[in-house]
Nanobody
Framework: QVQFVESGGGLVQPGGSLRLSCAASGNIFRVLVMGWYRQAPGKQRELVAS???????NYDDSVKGRFAISRDNAKNTVYLQMNSLKPEDTAVYYC?????????WGQGTQVTVSS
């Protein structure tokens, strides 16, 4: 299985920005769609952004226009640039493959948006 290590979370004020990173083990990363998920307290994990091998992106309506997903296949890494953050973006953020079961969930990175 492919393992992921997420980083870059933290505490930020509303309107602020953060950039998350996710490093994947194994080169299979380079041929699969990648996604960023989040799980808020008491809620189910949800997919917020995804990117194909060729760079096509898709976003949940709740983050469209504020978040940007990108990937560096040479580094087996996917990024999530988060701008104009809102308190409702507070969650643990994870990465994984939306279209494959090869990925093993990592520990995630906590994002807290609060004044």
């Amino acid at each position: 299985q492919v393992q992921f290590v997420e980083s870059g979370g933290g505490l930020v004020q509303p309107g602020g920005s953060l950039r998350l990173s996710c490093a994947a083990s194994g080169n299979i990363f380079r041929v699969l769609v990648m996604g960023w998920y989040r799980q808020a307290p008491g809620k189910q994990r949800e997919l917020v952004a995804s990117i194909t091998v060729g760079g096509s992106t898709n976003y949940d309506d709740s983050v469209k226009g504020r978040f940007a997903i990108s990937r560096d296949n040479a580094k087996n890494t996917v990024y999530l640039q988060m701008n104009s953050l809102k308190p409702e973006d507070t969650a643990v953020y994870y990465c994984n493959f939306p279209t494959s079961t090869l990925g093993r969930w990592g520990q995630g990175t906590q994002v807290t948006v609060s004044s």
